[in-house]
C-alpha cells in the first residue's frame, strides 16, 4: 500500500466549451475585465483555458441564434 503525497488530478482530455454569459454596466467595462483576467489566472494555473469576449455585432450567422438578441440588455449595459 503506497501512501498518496496529496489528491490526485485527473487529466480530462476531452473538448469542452462552457460560457458565462452576463451583462454589466457600460460604466463598469474596466472592473469587469480586470475580474475577468484575475479569474483567467486562476483557471489557467488549473489548465483551463479562457478567453473573455464582448458581443459587439448583433448581426445573426444563417441558422444560428444569435445571443445578444436572447439577453435581454439596456442601452446602458454590454453583454
Known sequence: ???S??????Q???G?????VYRAPKKNHDAM???NKKSG???????????PFQLTSTHAMTDFTNIAKTVSANQDEEV
Do not use: H, I
Open 5 to 10: 503525497k496529496g489528491p490526485e488530478v485527473e
Open 41 to 51: 489566472d486562476l483557471f489557467r494555473k488549473f489548465g483551463v483555458q479562457l478567453e
Open 1 to 3: 500500500m503506497s501512501k
Open 16 to 20: 469542452r466549451v462552457v460560457l458565462f
Open 33 to 35: 475585465m480586470r475580474v
Open 12 to 14: 480530462d482530455t476531452g
